[in-house]
């Protein structure tokens, strides 16, 4: 089998959305069970074991990957169910676990060796010495890397780790220092990094106030809209604060990432896999995401490249805008 020329690495946040990812062209399909063992630890969401065996039936009758992540950080003293998910991904026939927890590493590398692990970016290592303690302690494969560095960071990264770089490539901006993000933990009392779940939607309300719409999380206000100004999910590390007199987003603007039009840019840096983001979405967004990066991964192999420009997705972008990121620009 040639190596793919990006491996496209794709959302599944259930059964359907899992078909949905390969036939429109996955290499690859990431997704979680159904409790906090995961970082998409949502309502509806997820898989339960027997869909998961059936999952990687489907993919692998086709040639396909499936990462199973356990990316959350297990409670102390009760590491019980993070074991059991790896126990079970293991047995099920993952391709790869992809972890984040130091504890959980040790135990999935003493328990399973041989077993392919990747490093998740929930562990949020940037730098060489990082990934090199996770590589060289429990035979990391792959590292998720986190939204913080330019394309010039992650090719002299790639050059000194010796391990597979997987790079985000699609789908929703987080406030860039994944695995410490305590931000939504605040105002919903629900820790993003330990159970899951990010700004769930049972504490959102959106309020019209004043001729204005605003967005609120755990009753805190979030966001305010202009009419017919496009409102944002309320995730406070895309509200608009005042700092110094003055209101913006503090952290990132509500916009999606794509990097469609720099995947040659990656390429030459080295850049082994491309993630979209995005369990928590529906079949239809992942079968023409994915379907979108197939065509244009597919034509830049084939060195017709430039086809498909990243207006391809704007749709699917949040607020209608897209951005390439820390990829490009300076974090602030």
């Known amino acids: 089998m040639n190596e793919p020329y990006l491996e496209l690495v794709c959302p599944a946040g259930t059964p359907a959305a899992l078909r949905a990812a390969v036939d429109a062209g996955a290499d690859t399909v990431y997704c979680g069970f159904r409790d906090e063992t995961n970082a998409r630890n949502f309502p509806g969401l997820n898989f339960d074991r027997r869909e998961m065996k059936e999952g990687i039936a489907y993919a692998h009758a086709k040639g396909r990957k499936v990462l199973i992540a356990i990316n959350t950080f297990p409670k102390a ?6 074991h059991r998910a ?22 999935a590398h003493r328990t399973h060796p041989g077993q392919r692990l990747h490093l998740s970016v929930q562990a949020a290592a940037s730098n060489a010495s990082a990934i090199a303690f996770y590589r060289d302690r429990f035979d990391v494969k792959r590292v998720v890397l986190p939204r913080v560095l330019t394309v010039d960071e992650i090719a002299k990264l790639t050059r000194e780790i010796g391990v597979e770089t997987e790079v985000f490539a699609f789908g929703g901006l987080c406030v860039m220092a994944e695995g410490r993000c305590a931000l939504s933990s605040y105002l919903t009392g629900t820790s993003p990094n330990s159970q899951g779940a990010c700004a769930p ?19 805190i206000t979030i966001n305010s809209f202009e009419k017919n100004e496009p409102a944002g999910y309320p995730t406070p590390c895309k509200g608009r604060f005042v700092a110094d007199g003055k209101t913006s987003y503090l952290f990132e603007d509500p916009v999606s990432l794509n990097t469609i ?3 040659p840019q990656l390429k030459a840096a080295g850049v082994k896999a491309l993630k979209i983001e995005g369990r928590q979405r529906g079949k239809a967004y992942v079968a023409e995401v994915v379907g ?14 430039g086809a498909v420009g990243a207006g391809a997705l704007s749709q699917h972008s949040e607020g209608g805008r897209q951005t390439t990121g820390a990829y490009k620009k300076s974090w602030r």
Do not use: C, M
């Open 77 to 82: 003293g009760n590491a019980q169910p993070w």
């Open 86 to 107: 790896v126990d079970d991904a293991h047995s099920l026939g993952a391709d790869a676990i992809i972890l984040a927890d130091i504890g959980l590493l040790d135990y």
């Open 201 to 219: 939607a049972s504490h959102v309300r959106y309020d019209e106030e004043g001729g204005k719409l605003l967005s609120r999380l755990g009753g």
């Open 261 to 263: 039009d720099i995947l």
């Open 292 to 305: 979108t990066f197939r065509k244009a991964i597919d034509q830049l192999a084939g060195g017709h490249g």
